[in-house]
């Protein structure tokens, strides 16, 4: 019985050791002191849809990566250019790509509690909300859990600024990855990526690889290794209804101008039930939650009472049983809405217009274009007529409901099976790095415009998420938790030093 005993003891101690992060200690010590060159990164203005700020963004990543030895190349695409990086290490070994975008959404900076989006502040969470700190608070010893603040610090700046931690850690021990290094950077991801699909069709040499791996998105809540097997695509929608041709006294014209707000919003209401459910027929055609898959969404922890904690939501939508089985149907969701003025600015009137604008995250099973016919179909069938244009003034006195409805299919779904050879690699690494199995994310919730690899090249394509889920990223005060800045380090060093 005591020789059992020191056996097991002895089995205990080995797997410890197994799993022990041997780069824990090492991507600390230099990604605290990467934070300096982050926060350089994070001053960038990055707004996807500003030529000039990205230009900056990237001649500061081209610098940097040719610092580590990459061989940079630009794609030139219909818009901004898509940036392939290349580190070569042995012709014959594999080749890995990563998918990262350095772009970022639009700042509205009346809403973040901070003076400069682009100028990054510590902060720390306390009672009363969370309250800045000098940088100098890093040299403290606990700081997981504070956090950067500023655009893009989550969205995706914070992932490349781990990569390139890693990469020096790796230098200073002359050490290199263990297979060809390809970085593909998108700098306008935040702007759907117009230019990558043509890119992938004309470019193919230049794209290929052996796997895909996204470096984009938040963890699990349970701030466990996470990997994500697919996304949903996304289309967008904009629904214009139409009143008098100028704004109108309300008190002069109240019951008798049609008020084109009230006609759009009961277009949008007709599109749903009191449970959140598509009523639009076939909406969710193809979709099927069989045993295999039940099996895969259950496996992942939930997180439905955090999510209603974190969103202050008191019920949800009844369009799967859990968060994860919500994700693996379509979505339909009104993304904003303007009519008139609000506020200090509400005027007394009856709008000229009303204005939704709508995205439907797409799924592997769904087809985009019936998706958008049967939105198109559904709004003909309540008696309005469909324009792809603003109505003429025959038109206006035609037509008592008009709606004119433009529509664009951005990029579609993709998923890799999560038996597939390239997953249970990655798995068998967090495993064994960080001692427990990954979390299996079949299919995310958000989207990426990476679907054109895995259907024109073929490439397997999965997540490797590294930030802390409660971000805000597209929002005011984006934030990355620096645990998890030191924790994706970890990650890249597990990965890049593993052969494939």
Same mark, same amino acid.
């Given at each position: 019985m005591k020789y059992l005993h020191w056996t097991f003891c002895l089995f205990l101690l080995s797997l410890s050791v197994h799993s022990q992060r041997v780069f824990e200690e090492q991507a600390r010590e230099v990604g605290i002191e990467s934070l300096t060159r982050f926060k350089t990164f994070l001053a960038l203005a990055n707004d996807a849809s500003k030529g000039d700020e990205i230009q900056d963004n990237i001649s500061w990543v081209k610098e940097q990566l040719q610092d580590q030895g990459f061989e940079i190349k630009l794609l030139e695409t219909s818009s901004l250019p898509l940036m392939i990086a290349n580190l070569s290490i042995k012709e014959k070994l594999p080749t890995i790509a990563l998918y990262m975008h350095l772009d970022g959404q639009a700042v509205d900076r009346s809403k973040w509690n901070q003076d400069d989006p682009y100028q990054a502040v510590i902060k720390q969470e306390t009672a009363s909300g969370f309250e800045t700190l000098s940088w100098e608070a890093l040299k403290g010893e606990n700081i997981d859990e504070f956090r950067i603040f500023a655009r893009s610090s989550s969205d995706d700046k914070g992932p490349f600024a781990m990569l390139l931690t890693a990469l020096d850690i790796l230098k200073s021990k002359k050490k290199r990855p263990a297979f060809n290094l390809k970085l593909i950077l998108d700098f306008e991801e935040e702007q759907s990526s117009p230019g990558l699909p043509e890119s992938v069709k004309t470019h193919k040499e230049d794209l290929l690889a052996d796997l895909l791996l996204i470096f984009d998105g938040p963890m699990h809540v349970s701030k466990q290794p996470t990997l994500v097997f697919g996304n949903r695509g996304i289309a967008t929608l904009t629904l214009t209804t139409y009143g008098p041709i100028t704004a109108q006294h309300s008190g002069h014209y109240g019951n008798y101008v049609p008020n084109p707000a009230l006609a759009l919003t009961k277009i949008l209401a007709s599109m749903k039930d009191d449970q959140g459910r598509v009523l639009i027929p076939d909406f969710y055609k193809g979709i099927e939650i069989d045993l295999a898959t039940k099996k895969v969404l259950e496996a992942v922890p939930s997180e439905d009472a955090s999510i209603m904690a974190r969103t202050q939501i008191a019920t949800t939508d009844q369009v799967g049983t859990n968060y994860q089985e919500s994700i693996q149907y379509p979505s339909l969701n009104i993304r904003g809405m303007r009519s008139g003025w609000v506020g200090k600015e509400a005027r007394?009137?009856?709008?000229?217009?009303? %204005?939704?604008?709508?995205?439907i995250r797409l799924v592997v099973e769904s087809d985009p274009e019936a998706l958008l016919a049967g939105v198109k179909t559904h709004i003909e069938s309540l008696g309005f007529a469909l324009l792809d244009h603003v109505p003429s003034k025959e038109e206006r006195l035609s037509n008592s409901k008009l709606v004119t409805l433009t529509s664009k299919i951005a990029y579609p779904a993709f998923r890799t099976d999560t038996q597939a050879k390239e997953g249970k690699w990655l798995t068998k690494i967090l495993k064994e790095y960080y001692g427990t199995s990954p979390v299996i994310i079949r299919t995310s919730g958000g989207s990426v415009p990476i679907s054109p690899f895995v259907s024109e090249l073929g490439v397997p394509a999965i997540g490797?998420? %590294?930030?802390? +889920?409660?971000?805000n990223q597209h929002s005011p005060n984006e934030n990355l938790r620096i645990g998890n800045y030191l924790m994706g380090i970890e990650t890249y +060093?597990?990965? +890049? %030093? %593993?052969?494939?």
């Amino acid at each position: 019985m005591k020789y059992l005993h020191w056996t097991f003891c002895l089995f205990l101690l080995s797997l410890s050791v197994h799993s022990q992060r041997v780069f824990e200690e090492q991507a600390r010590e230099v990604g605290i002191e990467s934070l300096t060159r982050f926060k350089t990164f994070l001053a960038l203005a990055n707004d996807a849809s500003k030529g000039d700020e990205i230009q900056d963004n990237i001649s500061w990543v081209k610098e940097q990566l040719q610092d580590q030895g990459f061989e940079i190349k630009l794609l030139e695409t219909s818009s901004l250019p898509l940036m392939i990086a290349n580190l070569s290490i042995k012709e014959k070994l594999p080749t890995i790509a990563l998918y990262m975008h350095l772009d970022g959404q639009a700042v509205d900076r009346s809403k973040w509690n901070q003076d400069d989006p682009y100028q990054a502040v510590i902060k720390q969470e306390t009672a009363s909300g969370f309250e800045t700190l000098s940088w100098e608070a890093l040299k403290g010893e606990n700081i997981d859990e504070f956090r950067i603040f500023a655009r893009s610090s989550s969205d995706d700046k914070g992932p490349f600024a781990m990569l390139l931690t890693a990469l020096d850690i790796l230098k200073s021990k002359k050490k290199r990855p263990a297979f060809n290094l390809k970085l593909i950077l998108d700098f306008e991801e935040e702007q759907s990526s117009p230019g990558l699909p043509e890119s992938v069709k004309t470019h193919k040499e230049d794209l290929l690889a052996d796997l895909l791996l996204i470096f984009d998105g938040p963890m699990h809540v349970s701030k466990q290794p996470t990997l994500v097997f697919g996304n949903r695509g996304i289309a967008t929608l904009t629904l214009t209804t139409y009143g008098p041709i100028t704004a109108q006294h309300s008190g002069h014209y109240g019951n008798y101008v049609p008020n084109p707000a009230l006609a759009l919003t009961k277009i949008l209401a007709s599109m749903k039930d009191d449970q959140g459910r598509v009523l639009i027929p076939d909406f969710y055609k193809g979709i099927e939650i069989d045993l295999a898959t039940k099996k895969v969404l259950e496996a992942v922890p939930s997180e439905d009472a955090s999510i209603m904690a974190r969103t202050q939501i008191a019920t949800t939508d009844q369009v799967g049983t859990n968060y994860q089985e919500s994700i693996q149907y379509p979505s339909l969701n009104i993304r904003g809405m303007r009519s008139g003025w609000v506020g200090k600015e509400a005027r007394t009137i009856v709008p000229a217009t009303a %204005t939704a604008e709508m995205d439907i995250r797409l799924v592997v099973e769904s087809d985009p274009e019936a998706l958008l016919a049967g939105v198109k179909t559904h709004i003909e069938s309540l008696g309005f007529a469909l324009l792809d244009h603003v109505p003429s003034k025959e038109e206006r006195l035609s037509n008592s409901k008009l709606v004119t409805l433009t529509s664009k299919i951005a990029y579609p779904a993709f998923r890799t099976d999560t038996q597939a050879k390239e997953g249970k690699w990655l798995t068998k690494i967090l495993k064994e790095y960080y001692g427990t199995s990954p979390v299996i994310i079949r299919t995310s919730g958000g989207s990426v415009p990476i679907s054109p690899f895995v259907s024109e090249l073929g490439v397997p394509a999965i997540g490797v998420p %590294t930030v802390n +889920l409660d971000n805000n990223q597209h929002s005011p005060n984006e934030n990355l938790r620096i645990g998890n800045y030191l924790m994706g380090i970890e990650t890249y +060093l597990a990965i +890049l %030093t %593993t052969k494939f």
